[in-house]
């Protein structure tokens, strides 16, 4: 008799990304090929997982399945604790494992690993809560000292969560109180002017080993100087892929995406974020080891599209990927 594989998809999460998770986890549900038996795991804002609208314990559950789904964005399900859970109970699950999912997270990290082979990155800082006495003093400094304008974002959070761009000492006061108050390091970045764009891989498809997506174009208001929270989440951004890129630039920015990938030691699928400045060139700006997956939000689904790649089929390649690595 067929059996079917038992795949737990966990979505929600105690992250600030919840909202785009249940979103991804909706995609999953809806798509999983018919040889799967899909389980809706869910698990709210305080960390603590349901499953058929009853409380259990993650160890009950991961007991009674073949493999896992990974929808959780952010804390907790892309900075390697969930990773962590898993491989410590021998689960297969899709997405990169405990190392290259906390190297994605960390922005200043994987910028550092990035730079030092050749990719060319924004100038940034860190800046750690415990060092700022003076957030005024600091951005003082910053003005006299820094590129200008100046991008100001969390260093471990996705989406957009927290970003903004500053122009003015009282601009950067704000905007690094924002920051500050949601994480405990800020990352500081020139700001570059230029085409936004976003590039995914997949492993182990079509015949290679890095198969390189579509790059898309992100597509934002006149009035909009970056992809920010209520743009990316708010319907206000589009994404155009196939971009509106030279064949030098979309050649140029799929090789990047399958290095940064390799770099940073992902595993089965990965989308990278590039600005093309009209004179200076591709600069990195981050890498996402966990792509958001939800209809009408997610530039990683467009680019599956927009290359003959249905939802489904890829959705069964890299659980078939994940069980194969068992």
């Known amino acids: 008799m067929f059996s079917r594989t038992r795949v737990a998809v ?24 018919e040889q799967y038996h899909p389980l809706d795991v869910f698990i709210d804002r305080e960390g603590i997982w349901h499953l058929h609208g009853r409380v259990r314990r993650p160890e009950s559950i991961l007991g009674s399945i073949d493999a896992v789904w990974n929808a959780l964005h952010g804390e ?42 050749g990719i060319n990155t924004p100038v940034s800082r860190l800046i750690r809560r415990e060092e700022v006495t003076s957030i005024g003093d600091l951005a003082l400094e910053l003005c006299r000292t820094f590129p200008q304008p100046s991008i100001v974002k969390p260093a471990q959070k996705g989406s957009s969560i927290g970003v903004s761009v500053a122009k003015t000492a009282d601009e950067l006061v704000l905007a690094l109180t924002a920051a500050l108050g949601l994480s405990e390091a800020v990352l500081v970045e020139e700001y570059i002017d230029g085409k936004e764009a976003v590039c995914g891989v997949i492993e182990n498809y079509r015949g290679l080993a890095l198969y390189p997506l579509l790059p898309a174009e992100v597509v934002l208001p006149n009035d909009s100087f ?27 920015l799929q090789k990047l995406a399958q290095k940064v990938h390799y770099l940073l030691g992902l595993r089965h699928y990965s989308s990278s974020e ?21 209809v009408n939000i997610s530039p990683y689904r467009e680019s599956l599209l927009a290359v003959g790649i249905p939802t489904a089929h890829f959705l069964n390649h890299v659980l078939e990927s994940a069980l194969q690595e068992r």
């Open 226 to 252: 970056f992809l920010d929270e209520e743009s990316r989440w708010g319907g206000i951004a589009r994404y155009s892929c196939p971009g509106r890129f030279s064949a030098g630039e979309k050649s140029k």
């Open 274 to 294: 590039f600005i093309i400045h009209p004179r200076r060139g591709i600069f990195f700006i981050e890498v996402d080891a966990l792509p958001c997956l939800g």
């Open 76 to 117: 907790y399900g892309e900075d390697g604790t969930l990773q962590h859970i898993l491989e410590t109970h021998h689960i297969p699950f899709s997405g990169s494992r405990r190392l290259g999912s906390s190297l994605a997270q960390n922005k200043h990290l994987a910028k550092k690993i990035i730079k030092r082979f």
């Open 10 to 33: 966990l979505r929600g999460g105690p992250s600030s990304e919840y909202g785009a998770s249940l979103k991804t986890g909706a995609t999953v549900l809806s798509h999983l090929p």
